[in-house]
């Protein structure tokens, strides 16, 4: 078992910046690929960014690319997302979701736990 907590959501304007944590326990962190998603209300779960386990294979969606950015602290077990010049479509619920391997997925299908969710309003 992985248990994984986000923290750092919250409300900000447009053009502000968030950070994103996400700390997991249980089994050994750098086992996992790591991946961000987020769900806004009436949508389907969509893949932010993803990062494999050393650190590298890294995956943005393209609404994000140059905005986002994804990072993990192995010796912390923390996975991290820079979230900078948000949008008022940047709103959602974002979770953390650990995967067995090296590498991340854009599917949420192939994720094996998941965070409890932290929200982000972006605000016009």
């Known amino acids: 078992q992985v248990q994984l907590v986000e923290s750092g959501g919250g409300l900000v304007q447009a053009g502000g910046s968030l950070r994103l944590s996400c700390a997991a326990s249980?089994?050994?962190?750098?086992?996992?690929?790591m991946g961000w998603f987020r769900q806004a209300p009436g949508k389907e779960r969509e893949c932010v960014a993803t990062?494999?386990?050393?650190?590298?294979?890294?995956f943005y969606v393209d609404s994000v690319k140059g905005r986002f950015t994804i990072s993990r602290d192995n010796a912390k077990n923390t996975v991290y997302l820079q979230m900078n010049s948000l949008k008022p479509e940047d709103t959602a619920v974002y979770y953390c979701?650990?995967?067995?391997?090296?590498?991340?997925?854009?599917?949420?299908?192939?994720?094996?736990?998941w965070g409890q969710g932290t929200q982000v309003t972006v605000s016009s």
């Open positions: 979701a650990a995967r067995n391997g090296p590498y991340g997925s854009p599917s949420y299908q192939n994720y094996d736990y």
């Open positions: 249980g089994r050994t962190f750098s086992n996992y690929a």
């Open positions: 990062i494999g386990w050393s650190g590298e294979s890294i």
